[in-house]
């Protein structure tokens, strides 16, 4: 099993450009999430997808858009990339679609994104 | 709202030094939480967990703690090996939409 894959693994924009960081899990999992993880501040939730076809913020969305594509696979887009959006982004991905239960999560490698 | 906070690094041990990772939180009610461990060129996977107060987390020689009267769940481990050589990240969970994160401490284990 691969887990969670994320492409690409390093990406440079400039400014105002766009891009889609895409996420796949082979894992059948329900949920799947957007983190990213800058310097002295851990992880923040973008967005998630508690399962197919739904999506919802999490603690910083702004600046961002997701597609749940289908089961498997979760995208997040930058239609207008900013420096503050220079940051490593994690997919991760669970089992359960309930909110309640706490499951482990799984994570994909990150994507090393800077815009200058 | 909830939060947590890890010690500050990066930490540096030759092998078989004891290990301490300190990690306190805020929230109220009963959290869970997690301790997961990210090597390099991977993602994080979790390394242990506890789900109310009391409980012990332990894995690969890894302990942590809750301790509610302190609001702590340090990591420990005995005798540190090269290949624990990683970034190690403390985690608070009310449910899963709302996980909250520490900074992450870097550790080197030097042979």
């Known amino acids: 099993n691969a887990g969670v894959t994320q492409t690409p693994k390093f990406q440079v924009l400039k400014t105002g450009q766009s891009m889609t960081l895409q996420c796949a899990q082979d894992m059948n999992h329900n949920s799947m999430y957007w983190y990213r993880q800058d310097p002295g501040m851990g992880l923040r939730l973008i967005y998630y997808?508690?399962?197919?076809?739904?999506?919802d913020k999490g603690e910083v969305p702004n600046g961002y858009n997701v597609s749940r594509l289908n089961k498997r696979e979760f995208s997040l887009r930058l239609e207008s990339a900013a420096p503050s959006q220079t940051s490593v982004y994690f997919c991760?991905?669970?089992?359960?679609?309930?909110?309640?239960?706490?499951?482990?999560?799984?994570f994909g490698p990150g994507t090393r994104l800077t815009v200058l | 709202g909830d939060s947590v906070t890890q010690m500050e690094g990066p930490v540096t041990l030759s092998e078989e030094a004891c290990l301490t990772i300190n990690c306190t939180y805020t929230a109220t009610g009963y959290p869970s939480l997690f301790w997961y461990v990210q090597y390099p060129g991977e993602g994080l996977q979790l390394l242990l967990k506890a789900t109310k107060a009391d409980d012990k987390g332990s894995n690969k020689g890894f302990e942590a703690t809750y301790r509610k009267e302190t609001t702590s769940f340090h990591l420990e481990k005995g005798s540190v090996q090269v290949s624990d050589s990683a970034v190690y990240f403390c985690?608070?969970?009310?449910?899963?939409?709302?996980?909250?994160f520490g900074a992450g401490t870097r550790l080197t284990v030097k042979p």
């Open positions: 997808s508690a399962s197919e076809g739904t999506t």
């Open positions: 985690a608070l969970g009310r449910n899963n939409n709302d996980m909250r």
């Open positions: 991760a991905s669970r089992t359960s679609g309930g909110a309640y239960y706490i499951d482990t999560q799984y």
